[in-house]
Nanobody, 115 residues
């Protein structure tokens, strides 16, 4: 089973930036399409960015132009660069496969945007 560990979250002011990381326990990114998800309190989990096994990327309209997904296959790490943060970006961010069946969900990393 693949283990995913997210990190890089924190408390930032509106307009700030963060880079989230997702480290996998084995090499998966060149095999599976992957995504970054977020879940805000009281809301459903939302898929915000994806990267295919071939490297193509897609973004939810709500984050387009501000989020950038990337990966380093050799480091077994996927990233989410988040710029121009808004309060509505506040959520727990997770990484996982783009499609079912999902790997086991990690703990996620909390992003809080507040002044």
């Amino acid at each position: 089973q693949v283990q995913l560990v997210e990190s890089g979250g924190g408390l930032v002011q509106p307009g700030g930036s963060l880079r989230l990381s997702c480290v996998a326990s084995r090499s998966i990114f060149s095999t599976y399409g992957m995504g970054w998800y977020r879940q805000a309190p009281g809301k459903q989990r939302e898929l915000v960015a994806t990267i295919s096994s071939g490297g193509s990327t897609n973004y939810a309209d709500s984050v387009k132009g501000r989020f950038t997904i990337s990966r380093d296959n050799a480091k077994k790490t996927m990233y989410l660069q988040i710029d121009s943060l808004k309060p509505e970006d506040t959520a727990v961010y997770h990484c996982n496969r783009q499609n079912i069946p999902y790997f086991s969900w990690g703990q996620g990393t909390q992003v809080t945007v507040s002044s």
